[in-house]
Each structure stands twice: as C-alpha cells, then as structure tokens.
C-alpha cells in the first residue's frame, strides 16, 4: 500500500497571502488529521477528519480551516498568512472509527515558510 | 496538555539496548500508552502500544508497571538508524477522535 502523501512538500508565501495544503491517506483510511511541529511549541494537533466531517478541532485561530471530499482526501486552508505560522504541516491517517484505538500513519509533511 | 513525562534526552550504544523511560502517574483505566518516533524532518512513525500487558512487534518492546503509572520502550538492538525523538503518548480507547498529544519526548542519540 502507497503511504500518505502530502503536497507539496516546500511552499515559500509571503505574509497575508493564503495558502492550501493537499494530503492523500492510505487507501481504505477515512480518518485524517492534521499536526502542526514548530521549534517553539512542538506537535501540535489542529483537526480532525472523519468521513468529510470534522470530529475534533485544536486551539487554532479560525484561519485555519480544513476539509474532507468523499474519497478521504483532506485539504487544509491557512488564510492571511502570518510569520508564526512557518512550519512543518503534518497529515496523518488512520482506519478510524469508534469504539478501536488506531494507530496513525503520518506523511512526510508541508514545510512551509512565511516571509 | 499531554499527560506524559520523558527525559529530554538519551544516549546509546549502537547494538546496545535502549531503554527509554515514560512517566504517565494520571493514567486511567481505559488509555492506552502508545510510541511514536521521528526521525529529523520526517513525519512521526507508529512504534507500538499497549493497555497493561507487555507488548512486542518487530520493532520495540513496551513494558507497562503493574500499577500502569510508568512504562519502558526498549530498542533491543539499537542502531543509528533508530536516532530519533520518541515520544510516548496516552490516549483513550474508543471515543470519537484519533487526536494525538504530543509531549517533548526524548531525542535518543545512537552512537558508533
């Protein structure tokens, strides 16, 4: 099976500009959630996706904002792009569900710079 | 917040064991202790959990106390491959999200 992949890989915006973030989970996950790792605050979890709706959302400002289409691929939106928001972006996928603990599979991640 | 407490960092013998600690005191009853590694500038890599039983697979080993408030990772054979930072996370079984907390975990150094 093809691992999780995100693109693009590098993104160079320049403060105030938006930007979308593609990720494609492994075939046959529906859960897919998106990470945020600076050298400041570290892993930090922005939302989740599960079957196009979002099940849980992190402590980030509303210009973050995210989706999910109907075969599991997940977009996420950064509007009016500060400096603080370089970072590495990272997609994770799981099986989901309720009631079984899965373990996520995460991709190689967005590095993105904000000038 | 993240329920874990690890140290900042570790060193280790290539071909030796590593053993890496994990401080979850507030654990409850139904959250699962689990292991994720990334290497520099990679995504996080699943290494292994479990609830209160010993675990292995072909990666690691996870030792859980009876009292369930600390574990171990062990790398059996270390290799410099394996330099990383580890992080040990708690979570729930079940529920409604595969929300992970992230700690600082433990940069463990591999050395020749």
């Known amino acids: 099976k093809a691992g999780v992949t995100q693109t693009p890989r590098y993104l160079i915006k320049t403060r105030g500009q938006q930007v979308t973030l593609s990720c494609s989970p492994i075939?046959?996950?529906?859960?897919v959630s998106w990470y945020q790792q600076t050298p400041g605050q570290g892993l930090q979890f922005l939302f989740e996706?599960?079957?196009?709706?979002?099940?849980n959302k992190g402590n980030f400002p509303g210009r973050f904002s995210g989706r999910q289409f109907s075969n599991s691929r997940s977009e996420m939106n950064v509007s009016t792009l500060e400096l603080g928001d370089s970072a590495l972006y990272l997609c994770?996928?799981?099986?989901?569900?309720?009631?079984?603990?899965?373990?996520?599979?995460f991709g190689p991640g967005t590095r993105l710079t904000v000038t | 917040d993240a329920k874990t407490t690890q140290p900042p960092s570790m060193d280790c013998a290539e071909g030796r064991a590593a053993n890496l600690p994990c401080n979850h005191s507030?654990?409850?009853?139904?959250?699962?202790v689990y292991w994720y590694r990334q290497i520099h500038s990679q995504g996080p890599q699943y290494i292994i959990h479990?609830?209160?039983n010993n675990e292995t697979n072909e990666m690691a080993s996870l030792i859980i106390t009876e009292d369930r408030k600390s574990s171990t990772l062990i790398l059996p054979h270390a290799t410099l491959r394996d330099t990383a930072v580890y992080y040990c996370?708690?979570?729930?079984?079940?529920?409604?999200?595969?929300?992970?907390?992230f700690g600082t975990g433990t940069l463990l150094a591999v050395q020749p």
């Open positions: 996706y599960f079957s196009e709706t979002q099940r």
């Open positions: 996370i708690v979570r729930g079984y079940g529920g409604a999200t595969n929300k992970l907390i």
């Open positions: 075939s046959g996950h529906r859960s």
């Open positions: 994770a996928s799981s099986a989901g569900g309720q009631g079984l603990s899965y373990e996520q599979y």
């Open positions: 479990g609830l209160k």
């Open positions: 507030t654990i409850s009853g139904n959250e699962y």
